[in-house]
């Protein structure tokens, strides 16, 4: 059993842990949860490779944390910004000790497309698995994939993933949209994870609830205040948000639980669809294929 739990915060669950000479990719490092992320990674000694949209976005947020990092343009709704992140990293020759795949929208009020695929699932799950997948030759031997799922993929509970429905434009609703693309993060970390382990390597990877915290993630929502009021008992603060993320990232001996998904620092339960591996795999091509068109 874990010693963190609910009220565990980022810094106390590196308490003693040195990432000196280690790398790390976070995207979304400029708000919110990753912002927190990248900060914590940085005073345990890592090198933050940080993602945001734009790199002046990246550079101001690392610059603010004052933490040894590069900036890294990468706008996970844009194939295009993908590829040359990817080139970025390749060039650079580092290796990378783990990725965060943390960046993320929430419950469009109505349905946008990237590439004629809903604008929530392909930033927050087919930008991440293009980014990942690009990267994992620069992954070393033992690197952790971390992706922030939420506990919102409970949401997809009724109508699944929805793979005859990309453009998400079939009764749209925000939160069944998002709940789809929290569900593919889950598939997406136990597929990778089952990868990862069937070629002999020992890198592992990882979802996570980080639980609900008050960040910008609800800007697409008309009145925040009123959609978080019935929750603000069990809400958490950013610095408690980023624990289950370096909790799977960098705890020792977790790596027996590759691929599951976590909640206040320990495994939890999905619906049932984030355990079905044939629905992972299904997920895994279409997303293969519909990189690779794009990219
Ligand atoms: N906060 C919660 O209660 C909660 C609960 C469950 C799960 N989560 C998950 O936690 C993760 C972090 O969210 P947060 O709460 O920290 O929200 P946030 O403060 O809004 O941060 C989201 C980050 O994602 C970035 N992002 C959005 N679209 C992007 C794109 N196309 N390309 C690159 N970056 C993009 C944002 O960049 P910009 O600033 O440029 O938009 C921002 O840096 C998300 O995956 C979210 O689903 C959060």
């Not at 695929?117 to 994992?136: D, K, M, P, R, S």
Request: aromatic share 6%; hydrophobic share 40%.
């Amino acid at each position: 059993m874990s010693e963190f739990g609910f009220h565990s915060t980022a810094e106390e669950v590196t308490q003693g842990i040195d990432l000196g000479g280690t790398t790390w990719l976070v995207t979304g490092c400029n708000s919110g949860i990753g912002k927190e992320t990248a900060r914590v990674l940085g005073l345990r000694g890592a090198h933050v490779i940080g993602g945001a949209r734009t790199e002046q976005k990246a550079k101001e947020a690392l610059d603010e944390l004052g933490i040894p990092g590069t900036p890294l343009a990468c706008d996970l709704a844009s194939p295009t910004s993908i590829h040359d992140a990817i080139a970025q990293v390749k060039e650079s020759q580092v290796l990378l000790a783990g990725i965060i795949a943390n960046a993320g929208i929430m419950a469009l009020p109505a349905p946008e497309q990237a590439h004629g695929i809903e604008l929530q699932f392909y930033t927050n799950h087919f930008g991440h698995f293009a980014l990942v997948t690009g990267l994992v030759d620069r992954l070393t031997d033992d690197a952790r994939v971390v992706v922030v799922s939420s506990g919102a993929h409970r949401y997809a509970a009724t109508h699944g993933l929805e793979l005859d429905n990309l453009d998400g434009t079939r009764d749209y609703e925000p939160w069944r949209a998002y709940g789809r693309s929290k569900l593919a993060n889950i598939l997406f970390a136990r597929t990778l994870a089952h990868r990862f382990a069937a070629s002999g390597t020992r890198r592992t990877a990882y979802s996570l609830h980080p639980g609900v915290i008050r960040t910008n993630l609800t800007r697409h929502i008309a009145d925040p205040d009123a959609l978080l009021a019935p929750l603000r008992p069990s809400m958490k603060s950013i610095a408690q948000g980023a624990a289950t993320t370096l909790y799977v990232a960098t705890q020792p001996a977790i790596e027996a639980h590759s691929g599951c998904y976590f909640s206040d620092c320990a495994v939890a339960k999905t619906i049932k669809q984030g355990t079905d591996d044939a629905l992972g795999e299904a997920l895994w091509k279409l997303s293969e294929d519909r990189t690779a068109v794009h990219l």
